[in-house]
């Protein structure tokens, strides 16, 4: 979808403070073969910080930042991949609650980890259907200190860190423009997360690692969903960049999935002819991957240190659960103020 009508004028992020690989193999938290084979230098790790009260102090930062008054806000949607709080609670409103009291509406979006991106599209399409709507917000944030849950081992190659990320969206001109935005799914992939009964009849939660597979082998399985989703992602991500008007050479940065191994990275951007070099792999492996936050927090970072300037393009891709794929193209308008030179929102060690 084309939607040069549309522009960022605000981001917000928080990032817990980092705790680093070595010490959690120290701990006891974290397989030494896995450490040296994973390639993640640290997570960040929020204690006892609730994920909705960090998507609160992101969306005041974006916010703050897009200078628009709360009143202008007409949509809010929360993302987020594990339980935020009481079951049938509505955090989505708690967050709304604590930056506008106006009665807009406020959604929760569970798309594992291509929520937050997923839902930019969402936001685009309400704003658009109206014109006299003006600006959305869009949040995301999980905390993954649970007990009975190790972020360390929880997933095939994957370290998870904490932190929240929040989005304005608007029909005034901002920062960045949203050129472009798309999305897909692998539905036929679900059933590698569910086992043989069906209908589930499980209605607890479960850590990922103690979820059966289903009764494809487990090597097959694996197989085909990569396939089908690195096939489905490059589709989208290079009809997105046509969607923009540009090429696959006039795209400067990518923001992704956070991740350890540059091969992981690679196997991602090489078969849309990008380059390793163009991701965020440094800034992944200190921070985890922060589930529904990856890319915000990595667009953050590109904008906040100055790597990306007036006339970059920064393709987004997301992807989650192996059955959900957003990708998204943004042009910088001009360097906001906040655009200092210096990584604020990148935190010290724990």
Not at 25 to 32: F, Q, R, S
Not at 110 to 118: K, R
Not at 123 to 149: I, K, M, Q, W
Not at 276 to 302: A, F, K
């Amino acid at each position: 979808m084309k939607t040069p009508d549309l522009y960022i004028a605000g981001l917000g992020v928080h990032v817990p403070a980092v705790l680093d690989a070595g010490k959690a193999v120290e701990l006891g938290l974290y397989d030494p073969e896995d450490h040296e084979f994973q390639g993640w230098t640290g997570a960040a790790v929020a204690g006892d910080t609730p994920p909705p009260d960090m998507a609160v102090l992101a969306a005041r930062q974006a916010t703050g930042r897009a200078g628009s008054h709360p009143h202008d806000l007409v949509l809010h949607i929360h993302a987020c991949m594990h339980r935020q709080g009481p079951g049938g609670w509505s955090p989505q409103h708690y967050i709304l609650r604590h930056i506008t009291d106006q009665d807009i509406p406020s959604y929760q979006v569970s798309q594992a980890c291509n929520g937050l991106i997923g839902s930019l599209e969402l936001a685009a399409c309400y704003l658009r259907a109206v014109p006299e709507r003006a600006a959305a917000l869009v949040t995301g944030a999980d905390n993954l200190s649970t007990p009975h849950f190790n972020r360390w081992a929880s997933l095939e190659n994957g370290v998870l860190g904490d932190g929240a990320s929040a989005v304005v969206l608007t029909k005034e001109p901002g920062f960045a423009r949203l050129l472009s935005i798309s999305s897909g799914s692998t539905a036929e992939v679900e059933e590698r997360f569910r086992d043989e009964e069906f209908p589930p009849v499980t209605t607890v939660d479960a850590d990922a690692e103690d979820r059966p597979a289903a009764a494809v082998p487990e090597d097959e399985a694996i197989s085909e969903a990569v396939g089908r989703q690195g096939e489905l992602r490059t589709e989208l991500a290079l009809r997105t960049i046509a969607e923009a008007g540009l090429d696959v050479a006039d795209i400067t940065r990518v923001a992704h999935i956070f991740t350890g191994r540059e091969s992981y990275l690679k196997g991602i951007l090489a078969p849309m002819g990008l380059r390793t070099e163009q991701g965020l792999l440094q800034l992944g492996r200190r921070l985890g991957h922060m589930t529904v936050s990856d890319q915000i927090v990595g667009l953050n970072h590109l904008v906040e240190t100055r790597e990306v300037g007036p006339g970059d393009h920064v393709l987004i891709v997301a992807h989650g659960g192996g059955v959900s794929i957003t990708c998204a193209v943004v042009r910088i308008e001009y360097l906001p103020s906040w655009a200092t030179g210096r990584p604020s929102a990148v935190p010290a060690d724990a």
